[in-house]
T-cell receptor, first 111, second 113 residues
Framework: SQQGEEDPQALSIQEGENATMNCSYK?????LQWYRQNSGRGLVHLIL?????REKHSGRLRVTLDTSKKSSSLLITASRAADTASYFC???????????FGAGTRLTVKP | DAGVIQSPRHEVTEMGQEVTLRCKPI?????LFWYRQTMMRGLELLIY????????DSGMPEDRFSAKMPNASFSTLKIQPSEPRDSAVYFC???????????FGSGTRLTVV
């Protein structure tokens, strides 16, 4: 069963703009991860943020986590056409370490 | 390392036939996961192994599905008999542990007609 819910379901932006995707979840977590999936490919791990962290950066990626609101956001700055993909949040549950994936956000970056 | 390798990439079979999907995890990864992805249900965990031992198969939809891991470098997911509703993309993933990032294979797109 899915734990995280991404918002929006789909996002279309111009190259160079920033893209923000949100993830909400329901139960206590150990950590939260973001993955990218290009069409016809497997998921690729992007970044992990632990429950005691509030913000993390990796290149053009910035992830925030608000455990009081049970939500996270992924910001991709200066987007490129190659960033076009689906982005999934995954939560590792605190009670049993199960990893649950959300339904994903489909990002389209127009050149 | 070539990453997680799955075969075949595409499989088209007739209803009632047996289907076997294969996976080679990353060497040194102790955990192996099988997921199914559909538009309707998203990514579902079917089963996972730790050190070749099945730990949780509660996600396996029914007895038609079975998975094995005879050694640390090979796993299979078998569907017998296959049904049209089994059509999906099946992913294998491996990891050092359950809490850090998983490495996914490219998936097998299964179509049952």
């Amino acid at each position: 069963s899915q734990q995280g819910e991404e918002d929006p379901q789909a996002l279309s932006i111009q190259e160079g703009e920033n893209a923000t995707m949100n993830c909400s979840y329901k139960t206590s977590i150990n950590n939260l991860q973001w993955y990218r999936q290009n069409s016809g490919r497997g998921l690729v791990h992007l970044i992990l943020i632990r429950s005691n962290e509030r913000e993390k950066h990796s290149g053009r990626l910035r992830v925030t986590l608000d455990t009081s609101k049970k939500s996270s956001s992924l910001l991709i700055t200066a987007s490129r056409a190659a960033d076009t993909a689906s982005y999934f949040c995954a939560t590792v549950l605190y009670n049993n370490n199960d990893m649950r994936f959300g339904a994903g956000t489909r990002l389209t970056v127009k050149p | 390392d070539a990453g997680v390798i799955q075969s075949p990439r595409h499989e088209v079979t007739e209803m009632g036939q047996e289907v076997t999907l294969r996976c080679k995890p990353i060497s040194g990864h102790d955990y192996l996961f099988w997921y199914r992805q559909t538009m309707m249900r998203g990514l579902e965990l079917l089963i996972y192994f730790n050190n070749n031992v099945p730990i949780d198969d509660s996600g396996m939809p029914e007895d038609r599905f079975s998975a094995k891991m005879p050694n640390a470098s090979f796993s299979t997911l078998k569907i017998q008999p296959s049904e049209p509703r089994d059509s999906a993309v099946y992913f294998c993933a491996s990891s050092f542990n359950r809490v850090n990032g998983y490495t996914f294979g490219s998936g097998t797109r299964l179509t049952v007609v």
